[in-house]
Nanobody, 127 residues
Framework: QVQLAESGGGLVQAGGSLRLSCAASGRTESIYAMGWIRQAPGKEREFVATLTWDAWSDSSAYYGDPVEGRFTISSDNAKKTVYLQMSSLKPEDTAVYYC?????????????????WGQGTQVTVSS
């Protein structure tokens, strides 16, 4: 199993930036995708961004439409920590951000394919 711990959430003004991190432990070698899902109050969970790794450890990044061009996902070389650099933040980005991993070859641009979840970190963007 993989255990996840998010950090970096907080309160920022619109137009500002914030950097989230997710530290993975356990069987990190089993991770196919590792990324971020968010949920705003009263709304469905929404895919934000994720990284996938192929058999040769080459990575690919995917982004949800609302954050394309504003957020950047990255990881360290050991695939134990994933970061989400959020820029040009908008009030509609306000949500609990969950780190999540998939250990199977699944569709990763939706929340349903992920196997393990962190506890979430709150991001609040004021207007």
């Amino acid at each position: 199993q993989v255990q996840l711990a998010e950090s970096g959430g907080g309160l920022v003004q619109a137009g500002g930036s914030l950097r989230l991190s997710c530290a993975a432990s356990g069987r990190t070698e089993s991770i196919y995708a590792m990324g971020w899902i968010r949920q705003a109050p009263g709304k469905e969970r929404e895919f934000v961004a994720t990284l996938t790794w192929d058999a040769w450890s080459d990575s690919s990044a995917y982004y949800g439409d609302p954050v394309e061009g504003r957020f950047t996902i990255s990881s360290d070389n050991a695939k134990k920590t994933v970061y989400l650099q959020m820029s040009s933040l908008k009030p509609e980005d306000t949500a609990v951000y969950y780190c999540a991993v998939a250990t199977h070859f699944v569709l990763v641009t939706t929340p349903t394919g992920y196997d393990a979840w962190g506890q979430g970190t709150q991001v609040t963007v004021s207007s």
